[in-house]
């Protein structure tokens, strides 16, 4: 995997297939390439590296052709290395291809293509599909694009390709499977991406292609889909995009992550827009208008996500809980279909993810459809898989997020499932209209807060320069904070490379404890809830231990403040929003600490935006 983009039209490919890749920057990689198609051949530049580096090597170098594709990279099949860059190409050079992915037989295809003579230039499963178009072309004479479909029938995995050719040097074919790929449609021409803010430049129409579809690119002419494994042609549905150019810019900010935890006000407010009624504590939630009565009659919801969105999803699982009275599982996407889970046909599944297109949550999504439950989606992309394939769900509308560890992305989820909470807890009668009223007006004055906390970034900055000389952290909470300091470690682990863990702060006693020495930097998110003099103890042991305690604490809470080396103070809220409060501090020290130590904040090492592969 990471990026993909193609033109074909009446233009210069070249300039459009970088623009796109420096677009798709954001999702993190080690290399990118492109190949070039016209009736003097296939010409392919690539390179370890970034945008820029591939930029620099094809300088004074033929880049012309109507026709093209590129790639960036983020390695699963071979290191790093121009070898291993997309895109491949066949062994005669009459097809190139680029591939997100993973090719799950690519071991059996490779050698059976070594015993007709093919030769592998590279380490990665990508080549071996290269290979095989050319091969099943010269012996059956198919068209290139019916030996794309052949080619793809024998392959066991997920994809999303765009493929060229010289025997057909005025066509590309895209296919998917598993991995997504849009196609943007202008004027007598076409635009292919892995992630529709590549083609927003060029166009706002675009089609989504379906799980198993391919499609025959050729300028000036419709645009007709297919299956992979027949050839019955459909014509496809044209989605008009709202992507704000703007808002994918930095804004004066010297990287995405600052301009997105700065965004958070606005946000968290966007994600509530139209929704929360502060006057009668009314939740409307249009996704799931045809799902809520059911839902709050549910005798369990199981959430599946990853990363952040699993924090996220754990702070649902105490809020709905708590709140409205069902029980709640909150399961690794990842895991979840390999541990032969007991789904029920009258138990909801949401899926949680920033992307929409998490390859371990889509994964779950299928195997909870199959057994028979009401699968609702949250996300962020309008169009992404998770929104196609879901029968419901909420748009967290938090606008596009650039930096690899998600920020606005975390309090937008959290803002909804907090929405989400409040219309099961009315329906339910778990609250009453005096509670409902006051959570709902507590909800809707966090991004003022946010904006307060926000302001406390020189003290973060003090605290980063002193986390950035050791090699550990650990983060604690308990009840709605734990979750917080998950994500807390999480962001720093992300950004700095520095090991963190995140507990329930009971849990330091029954073992991790003994990691604790002199000047270990240990967060405690601390603010007042229902467990904070538990938290308070558990920084006692700390401090016991000569541990380096910074405490995240409530406003006024001069007690808890004094007990901790150092301190940072968020706005009074009750304890159902304050989440949203403690994680902002979290974001600041991880992001300066990040900034000290001289990281790529917003592409870190070895990750990717939207993990698209198993």
Partial sequence: MCGIVGYIGKKEAYPILMGGLSRLEYRGYDSAG??????????TYKRQGKVADLALFTTGKDVSGAVGIGHTRWATHG???DRNSHPHVSQDGSVAIVHNGIIENYRQLRAELERNGYRFGSDTDTESVAHLIEHIGKKTGVTFPEAVRLALREVVGAYA???ISTNDPDIVVVARKGSPLVVGIGDG????ASDATAVAEYTRKVVYLDEGEMAVLKRGEDLLVSAIDGREERNPVITEIEAELESIGKEGFEHFMEKEIFEQPKTILDSMRGRLDPETGEVRLGGLRDHIDRLAEADRIIFVACGTSFYAAILGEYLIERYAGIPVEVEYASEFRYRHPLIRKHDFVFA?????????TLAAIRLAKESGATVLGICNVVGSSIARETVAGIYTHAGPEIGVASTKAFTAQVTVLSLITLALAKRRKTLSDTELIRLAKELLAIPEKVKTALAKREECKEIAKEIAKSGDAFYLGRGVCYPVALEGALKLKEITYIHAEGYPAGEMKHGPIALIEDGTPVIAVAPESETHDKIVGSIQEMKARRANVTAVVTEGDTATAAL???SISIPVA???VVALLAVIPLQLIAYHTAVTLGRDVDRPRNLAKSVTVE
């Fill in 564 to 566: 901790a080396d150092r």
């Fill in 352 to 360: 949680v993810s920033q992307s929409g297109e998490t390859a371990d």
């Fill in 34 to 43: 492109v190949s070039l198609c016209d009736d003097k051949g296939i010409r």
């Fill in 161 to 163: 390709i765009a493929a």
């Fill in 574 to 576: 009750d304890e159902f």
């Fill in 79 to 81: 290191e790093p290395s």
């Fill in 189 to 192: 021409e076409f635009f292919i």
